[in-house]
């Protein structure tokens, strides 16, 4: 469960403007001590005890910020009550327009992309345009026709880079490896697009290369996994994933607070960790691989 407590759409949160109370484990959700005001979470360093993991994995991509401090210039929902239905619905515009601006600098990054520099600039330029309209325009903005026409452009980006790591090898893909053990499968360079990892096991798997993009990855084991080379990952994957100390993040990329410390982990060899395995170690198939966009 990642919420644990149920709330229509649009409805503040009722630890929203709460301070924390002190409580025993397995006080319901919720119990914070209302405010009057404020948009701070009142169990904010509770959130996993009481069941909100969903909140500590949740990356609005700096969308809130944006809509609070230029698309309504300070303005809050609290202090223009009539304005909330707009609010909320420029919010939900502008996240989608921010993680596109995200993925789009990504691919502009990547060396190998360089023939696509020119219309990545320009997909960059047309989805800032759109996050800087006015408020009422902001929230008919057809996010999904606009996201449409970048996403062929990421794909090819992602081509083009993990064509440098596979070379003449066909890349494992695939949309779900919910609880699988992946830890003997060559996952450089692999297509897990939108792929569902829920539990996977990735123990000391090397995904240089790899493209995560919108993977499902709660649960996921990265223990001793080396990501510095993944396409396209965000925070909040790792932070719905498990890891150790062990497991290495691209620049930019924090280990959660809540992964483990241990510097090795059962059935891990800490020499290998990260590094990729081929012939008999990794079943007898050196080409095999997974992936999923």
Same mark, same amino acid.
């Given at each position: ?177 919910? +609880?699988? #053990?992946?830890?003997?499968? =060559? $996952? %450089? !360079?692999? &297509? /897990? @697009?939108? *792929? ?12 240089? +290369?790899? #493209?995560?993009?919108?993977? =499902? $990855? %709660? !649960?996921? &084991? /990265? @223990?001793? *996994? ?21 497991? %290495? ?45």
């Amino acid at each position: 469960m990642d919420f644990a407590i149920d709330k229509p759409a649009g409805h503040p949160c009722p630890n929203l403007g709460t301070t924390p109370t002190a409580s025993p484990t397995g006080t319901p959700a919720g119990s914070g001590t209302p405010t009057g005001g404020g948009f701070g979470c009142g169990i904010h360093t509770q959130l996993r005890q009481r069941g909100f993991v969903g909140c500590t994995v949740y990356d609005c991509f700096g969308a809130g910020q944006k809509v609070a401090q230029v698309t309504f210039g300070g303005r809050d929902w609290r202090q223009a009550p009539g304005q909330a239905p707009l609010m909320f619905a420029a919010f939900a515009t502008m996240r989608h327009l921010h993680e596109l601006l995200w993925y789009l600098t990504q691919a502009r990054d990547l060396p190998a992309a360089a023939p696509l520099h020119d219309r990545l600039d320009a997909a960059v330029a047309e989805t800032q345009r759109l996050s800087d309209l006015p408020a009422g325009e902001l929230a008919g903005v057809d996010v999904d026709a606009h996201r449409g026409s970048v996403v062929p452009l990421l794909r090819q980006a992602s081509e083009l880079a993990r064509a440098k790591v596979v070379g003449r090898r066909t890349p494992y893909q695939s949309r779900s490896v919910v +609880g699988k #053990d992946l830890r003997r499968v =060559d $996952l %450089r !360079g692999a &297509d /897990l @697009r939108g *792929a569902s990892a829920v539990g996977a096991d990735l123990r000391g798997a090397d995904l240089t +290369g790899a #493209d995560v993009t919108g993977a =499902d $990855l %709660r !649960g996921a &084991d /990265l @223990r001793g *996994a080396d990501l510095r080379g993944v396409l396209f990952l965000i925070q909040s994957q790792l932070d719905a994933a498990r890891g150790d100390a062990v497991t %290495r993040l691209p620049a930019g990329f924090s280990h959660p607070a809540h992964w483990t410390v241990q510097r090795t982990h059962p059935g891990t060899d800490p020499t290998r960790a990260g590094h990729p395995r081929s012939g008999r170690e990794a079943g007898g198939r050196a080409g095999r691989r997974s992936g999923r966009r």
